[in-house]
């Protein structure tokens, strides 16, 4: 029996003829990247005109892309980044460097005598100064000092405005300054010199008059007032100029609570493979008031008249990685700045001065240097490891040096190599001075001698020590 005949089927069209979404912005190729990846300008139109905050979630639905796509996407955006096209800020929106993220919080600094609101963004990680927002309120004015609003931002002309979209739980802003009693009243005298107003104390929280304190200023003119919530003590005592130094310039002494948690965490991380160095006696010889030890050294003969060294630093990128909270809070910083009695570190306590600090008897993770020396002092060769290291000891300057003067060396002055100088009280074992000091001078001796007939510029410079008695 015949089959009857089939209904013929309605032809799918040709992939290209499809109709595109109209939702979707325009595609373009890119070297070998997916079609579908957006390229850097379509990612920077987007941001730009995004009525909310455009995170990696939002660009990729914007722009229609899943698997693979999304992946590509991540690491354009951190290309982007590297390249400083864009920024995102600590709730993961990106927004143009320089510019500022179309949703974000702000926080008042100043009430001018019109009343005019002026703002600057909670959180900036950029490297460009934070820009200085003028704040629009619709009906009557309620901000003050201090105070945090989750606002709308635009961009008119070369400024920037924003519209208040919920006011946010109070943030205090701190300002440094001496207690002055007139009459029955306290005032706040402010140590910026640019600040000219004095502040009205509320709450003086068992200070008085003469005290240096930081107090939380809020309020609007003209009945802007303060309130004291540290006592400082004396500001003429030396650590009051740290900590003078400190408000002046605006370092950042405080770390956010994520950026601590987050160095609590990672300091407790096993060091896992690394070659393993702790059996040698590598050794940290710093300035006797070293605060922390991010550096040490080894070297043995090698049997062939050259010398074997090691030089072991702090692996600080273990524990700090890209994109982090530590990374971002590091970056805000730039450099640990010391003062003659405190320092404020570029990471938190737990790492600066203990996990990454190459302490006497603790095994640490380090970047090292293996080179091989020659007799004659040139440098035969070299490689870079990661490494478990092990402290022998920490040993000041001074105290290496005598200890190498009671084994019969000669004495070198660092700044001045050709001067000879009185042995200096020390002590160091006996059996570290012949495993690690004798060996490591013996290297110096060589290296030195090339260095002298490189005849190199020497520069015979004070040492400044600033001493708070």
Known sequence: ??????????????????????SRPPRKQSGNRSSGLPNRKQILDFIASSDQPAGKREIARAFGLSGQDKIELKALLKDM???????????????????????????????????????????????????????????????????????????????????????????AELALGVVKKEGERFWLS?????????????????????????????GRPPRVTARVDAVLGDPFAPRSFSLIAIHKHGLRAEFAPEAIDEAHRVAKLPLGEREDLTHLPIVAIDPEDARDHDDAIWAEADGEGGWNAIVAIADVSFYVRPGSELDR??????????????????????????????????????????????????????????????????????DAQAAMDAAGEARIEVSS???????????????????????????WRALFAARQKRDPLELDLPERRVAIS
Not at 197 to 217: H, K, M, Q, Y
């Open 329 to 398: 809070e590091a970056r805000a910083r730039g450099n640990s700045v010391y003062f003659p009695d405190r320092v404020v570190p570029m990471l938190p306590e737990e790492l600066s001065a203990d996990i990454c600090s190459l302490k006497e008897g603790k095994d640490r993770a380090a970047l090292t240097c293996h080179l091989k020396i020659g007799k004659d002092g040139t440098l035969k060769d070299w490689r870079f490891t990661r490494a478990k290291v092990r402290i022998a000891a920490n040993i000041a300057y001074e």
């Open 190 to 218: 402010p140590v910026d010199k640019k600040e000219r107003r004095e502040f009205s104390i509320t709450e003086l929280n068992d200070a008085e008059p003469g005290d240096l304190v930081l107090c939380e200023v809020s």
């Open 417 to 443: 190599p050709t001067c000879v100088m009185p042995p200096i009280e020390g002590r160091v074992p006996q059996e570290l001075v012949e495993k690690a000091l004798k060996p490591l001078w013996a290297c």
């Open 81 to 171: 980044a590297d390249e400083g096209l864009i920024d995102h800020s600590r709730g993961r929106a990106f927004h143009q460097m320089g510019g500022v993220p179309k949703v974000t919080v702000l926080r008042v600094s100043q009430v001018d005598d019109s009343g005019h609101v002026f703002a600057v963004p909670e959180q900036w990680h950029a490297e460009t100064p934070a820009p200085r927002l003028r704040v629009i309120e619709h009906g009557k004015s309620a901000l003050g000092i201090g105070d945090r609003v989750l606002s709308r931002t635009e961009q008119k002309g070369e400024a920037w405005v924003a519209h208040p979209l919920k006011k946010l739980e109070r943030s």
């Open 1 to 22: 029996m015949a089959r009857p005949p089939r209904t013929p089927r309605t032809p799918r069209p040709a992939r290209d003829a499809r109709p595109s979404r109209s």
